[in-house]
């Protein structure tokens, strides 16, 4: 039984840790891309390095606004979902 635990744990841990190199390459991925592309209109690299860092100050308001409704849904689906959980907690 502990052989089984110990190995339970280190494949946990083997799968966090290719998850967390997922996320860390993509994320290097997009951030290389948008300079790339930045790069490629023409802006400055120091234009570029706002941009690739404060995606904020480059968005129009509408945009602005579907990111709020967006994250709202997505905060909304969590509670929903976490609500449920209770609830199927409590029937059993």
């Known amino acids: 039984m502990a ?4 190995k339970s744990n280190e494949v ?3 799968k966090l ?3 967390i190199i997922a996320i860390i390459l993509l994320a290097g991925a997009q951030l290389v891309l948008i300079m790339g592309l930045d790069l490629a209109m023409g ?3 120091t234009n570029s390095f706002k941009h690739v860092f404060n995606t904020f100050a480059i968005m129009e308001p509408a ?3 579907l990111l709020v409704i967006f994250a709202f849904i997505l905060l909304l ?5 976490f609500r449920n959980r209770k609830k199927r907690k ?3």
């Open 3 to 6: 052989r089984d635990n110990k």
């Open 77 to 81: 689906q969590i509670y929903v979902s």
């Open 43 to 45: 802006t400055k690299v």
């Open 90 to 92: 409590k029937m059993s």
């Open 63 to 65: 945009e602005s606004i």
């Open 17 to 19: 840790v290719k998850l």
């Open 12 to 14: 946990r841990k083997v």
